[in-house]
């Protein structure tokens, strides 16, 4: 079993910036890919980045790339989501996830797809306003 604790969340203004922290607890040694989700009111939950943490290598969703950023830190074991020019379509509940299945494609990797992940954070509300 894996618990994962976000936080960073908050309310900010279109254009600004907010990081968020996860840090798993627990059996961690089997959850290489972890990663970063939303969901916003009447959406469906979707994958923003996810890393594979035994090479740092990285998948960012199209609607996120070039502003948000996934990162490790290996010694806490957490991850992060740096999340830059922040829009009002990024409003949504941020959850880190861990479990997922790792891939390999000239090196092993991780996908953003809902449905591999195993655990769950509670989730971390992101408002950002025009």
């Known amino acids: 079993q894996v618990e994962l604790v976000e936080s960073g969340g908050g309310s900010v203004q279109a254009g600004g910036s907010l990081r968020l922290s996860c840090a798993p607890s627990g059996n961690t040694y089997s959850s290489n890919c972890l990663g970063w989700f939303r969901q916003a009111p009447g959406k469906e939950r979707e994958g923003v980045a996810v890393i594979y943490t035994g090479n740092g290598r990285t998948t960012t969703a199209d609607p996120v790339k070039g502003r948000f950023t996934i990162s490790q830190d290996n010694a806490e074991k957490a991850i992060y989501l740096q999340m830059n020019s922040l829009k009002p379509e990024d409003t949504a509940t941020y959850y880190c996830?861990?479990?997922?299945?790792?891939?390999?494609?000239?090196?092993?990797?991780?996908?953003?797809?809902?449905?591999?992940?195993?655990?769950w954070g509670q989730g971390t509300q992101v408002t950002v306003s025009s």
């Open positions: 996830a861990a479990g997922g299945m790792v891939r390999y494609s000239g090196g092993l990797y991780c996908q953003p797809d809902r449905n591999e992940y195993k655990y």
